[in-house]
């Protein structure tokens, strides 16, 4: 892999870390990137779904899991993991995403694990081909492609260090603070970087420098390479065999801090794990005098770097770049209050889930009513059969006559000379559990014991344990010497156009034991949509923790209540049509026990 990422890479950010994923998008925009670098957010704490953040001028929302593999199934394009997890937690994780594959590179900004496990997590990256920068890393940057998390510092500084577009230098270090030095005295003193990582500081670390130099080699962008080393170890040296034996051909800068270690009394080390000298080779005074013996550009000190990344530069006769064109991140930005992801009516024409509203509303594009409510409430263009279906519920569940509760409320209210809005509100407000809510209730608990494997048996005991009646099984009035023709309408379209009815097939064999104690315990209207309502989202492809959560959320109900919203206000233009008057109800209807009241 020539090219560590491309401004197509996108990454999984394990940590909720707001203000690194915020500088992420802020560089995206800046150097006008199609789509976001962080496509998800590993949050195993969080309740949300996403979190928002600024896109420029504008919001965009990145979705939350709860687990690597739910963020890596969801966003399978997404082959970078940024592991911002604690050292506790930093190796589980990502021992966790290299045995669930499909990442190329992991970034591990934790300090401090330990070096037998670093060591073990390291081996077995290596052994997949997984590229690891860190651990104790700030990680790296492809400038005008991609950048991790904080590398390179505001948006201001970025541009400065002209980090927002390809330069010639690749560069490796050891320090993240330091790197981000370098890449100010490489843009002032030359193009800028091409490519840039830090390696970082702990003694174990996944690649080391002649990993990134030789992919360095391999990257036509860079034409020269800069390495900055410190004290201790020994992973200078195979850089420098790569150049003698020819592995390493660019021009390649060298440097490595800690030369002061010899002005103290031995065992110092510096701040990374790894920045102590065990051995004369491993100090900063020797390996730089072996990367000069090499053929490797060294300055006589730090402070000299500056002038040699100049001369290199120079010698080289490299084209200067154009700049490209950048976006500017506005300085103060507003967060939205509401969020809709449904419809847009900015525009010529409002559109429902990105269709116009004419091309799904007149009669001549052949869509119905349920075309919209697959757009509107699912954001899904569903099949024909699948939006009949969702029509053929709507009318079937329009109206059941005047005495149920909710016309009733409805016609006592326009009675009261209330408008058909508040009319309407009244007869909706009585759907629930008692009232419509069967339809819920068939689905979930029909849904468990099938996704369960009970038997009929077994289901029915389940539910008597529970204490609660079978939902949608049972009847006042129809049974099987009665059925109710709606039901049958409801299955024999299921069995017409429906690819498969498995939830019903099993919600029949249950109808055959409870029918066999009682004939009047058949399934119900209510309990027939809810149960295929499960059999449509199957056959259309969801997963059952969609199903699910289309169950709890109230979406079964949500049918009923569109349904039963055009009968109650038929019910309650009927009233002002007929003008009828207040509604008092009977006194010989009510039974009166009304006693004494007891004096306390």
Known sequence: MAQLFTKDTQAIFWNNNASAIQRMLDYDYTIKRKTPSVAAIVAPTADAKFQKFFWGPDEIMIPLYKTTAEAKAAQPQADVLLNFASFRTAYDVTMEALELGGFSCIMITAEGIPERLARK?????????????????????????????????????????????????????????????????ISINADGIAEGVAIGGDRFVGSVFIDNLLRMQENPDVKYMLLLGEVGGIEEYKVIEAIKDGRITKPVIGWCIGTIAKHYSAGVQFGHAGASANAERETADAKNKA????????????????????????????????????????????????????????????????????????????????????????KKQYPKWATDFIETVVKTVADHGPAVSGAHNAKVTARAGKSVVESLVTGLLTIGPRFGGAIDGAAEHFKYADDNNM?????????????????????????????????????????????????????????????????????????????????????????????????????LNAFFIVGRSIGFIGHVLDEKRLAMPMYRHPMDDILYDVQMAEEI
């Open 291 to 378: 990367m000069a013996e090499a053929g490797i550009h060294v300055p006589a000190s730090f402070n000299d770097l500056p002038a040699t990344i100049k001369r290199v530069y120079e010698s080289l006769n490299i084209a200067p770049i154009a700049e490209p064109e950048m976006n500017v991140c506005p300085k103060v930005r507003r967060s939205k209050q509401f969020i809709c992801t449904i419809s847009d009516d900015r525009g010529d024409e409002a559109t429902y889930a990105g269709f116009p509203i004419s091309s799904v509303a007149l009669p001549s594009t052949g869509k119905g009513i349920g075309d919209v409510i697959s757009l509107l409430w699912f």
């Open 121 to 185: 997590m390291n081996q077995t990256a290596r052994d997949a081909g997984v590229i690891v920068i860190g651990p104790a890393t700030v990680g790296g940057i492809a400038p005008g492609a991609f950048k991790i998390a904080n590398v390179g510092g505001t948006i201001e500084n970025i541009v400065n260090s002209k980090l927002h577009r390809c330069g010639s230098c690749g560069l490796v270090t050891r320090s993240g603070g330091l790197f981000n030095e370098l890449s100010n005295i």
């Open 455 to 555: 038997t009929p048996a077994e289901f029915l005991n389940h539910m008597k344990k529970l204490g609660i009646p079978i939902p949608g099984i049972g009847h006042r009035i129809k049974s099987l010497k009665n059925p109710d023709l709606r039901v049958k309408g409801l299955m024999d379209y299921a069995a017409e156009f429906f690819p498969a009815t498995p939830l019903l097939d099993y919600a029949r064999t249950v109808e055959a034991l409870t029918t066999s104690k009682k004939e009047n315990l058949i399934l119900n209207v209510d309990g027939t949509i809810g149960i295929l309502m499960v059999d449509m989202w199957r056959a259309l492809g969801y997963s059952e923790e969609e199903i699910n959560e289309f169950i709890s959320s109230g979406t």
